[in-house]
């Protein structure tokens, strides 16, 4: 198994360019998560999924969407790049325990973005 | 709203010395309460996990007490290891019982020198 896979591991943008980063599981987890990581602030989640075909906003989705048409991938969205989304953003995803609640986080490797 | 706070570091360590990276946390439910660990170049991994109050979670010689008192979860290790080195991260979730969203602290960066 390849766990949680991102793609791309490194961009730079120019401001107001767009693009898509690509999250992948292979676990049949029924959620997903993207997170931006800023020195000093910690992970601040900005959109996750409770399935296929559902999405909501996290801490900081101005900026961002985000897209969930298969179960096994989770797609984040920046329609016009600025320089505060310059980050390094994580994916991860969680399965449906047993008692109905979801299960271990479990992350990507990140994708590191500049804006310029 | 919840939220985490936990020591700023950086942390220097010698090898085999004892390691506390303490962490507090506001909620208003009964949160559960994790250590997550960032190596370099990686992303997180769950270190360890406490679901009630007076659980305690233990992994890898790191252990953490739920302690609702005094609402903290201070991650301890007896003997550091180079291998320790990385970023942890406490964090919770935004509902009781199973994993939620999670809310994180900032970080803790922990160097350990041989």
């Known amino acids: 198994n390849a766990g949680v896979t991102q793609t791309p591991k490194f961009r730079v943008l120019k401001t107001g360019q767009s693009m898509t980063l690509l999250c992948a599981q292979d676990?049949?987890?029924?959620?997903m998560y993207w997170y931006r990581q800023d020195p000093g602030m910690g992970l601040r989640l900005i959109h996750y999924?409770?399935?296929?075909?559902?999405?909501a906003k996290g801490e900081v989705p101005d900026g961002y969407n985000v897209s969930r048409l298969k179960k096994q991938n989770f797609l984040l969205g920046l329609e016009s790049a600025a320089p505060s989304q310059t980050s390094v953003y994580f994916c991860?995803?969680?399965?449906?325990?047993?008692?109905?609640?979801?299960?271990?986080?479990?992350f990507g490797p990140g994708t590191r973005l500049t804006v310029l | 709203g919840d939220s985490v706070t936990q020591m700023e570091g950086p942390v220097t360590l010698s090898e085999e010395a004892f390691l506390t990276i303490n962490c507090t946390y506001t909620?208003?439910?009964?949160?559960?309460l994790f250590w997550y660990v960032q190596y370099p170049g990686e992303g997180l991994q769950l270190l360890l996990k406490?679901?009630?109050?007076?659980d305690k979670g233990s992994n890898k010689g790191f252990e953490a007490t739920y302690r609702k008192e005094t609402t903290s979860f201070h991650l301890e290790k007896g003997s550091v290891q180079v291998s320790d080195s990385a970023v942890y991260f406490c964090?919770?979730?935004?509902?009781?019982?199973?994993?939620?969203?999670?809310?994180f602290g900032k970080g803790t960066k922990l160097s350990v020198k041989p």
């Open positions: 991860a995803s969680s399965y449906l325990d047993h008692s109905g609640g979801r299960g271990e986080q479990f």
């Open positions: 676990m049949n987890h029924e959620y």
């Open positions: 999924s409770v399935g296929e075909g559902t999405t």
């Open positions: 909620a208003t439910g009964y949160p559960s």
């Open positions: 406490a679901t009630k109050a007076d």
């Open positions: 964090a919770l979730s935004d509902y009781g019982g199973s994993q939620g969203n999670l809310i």
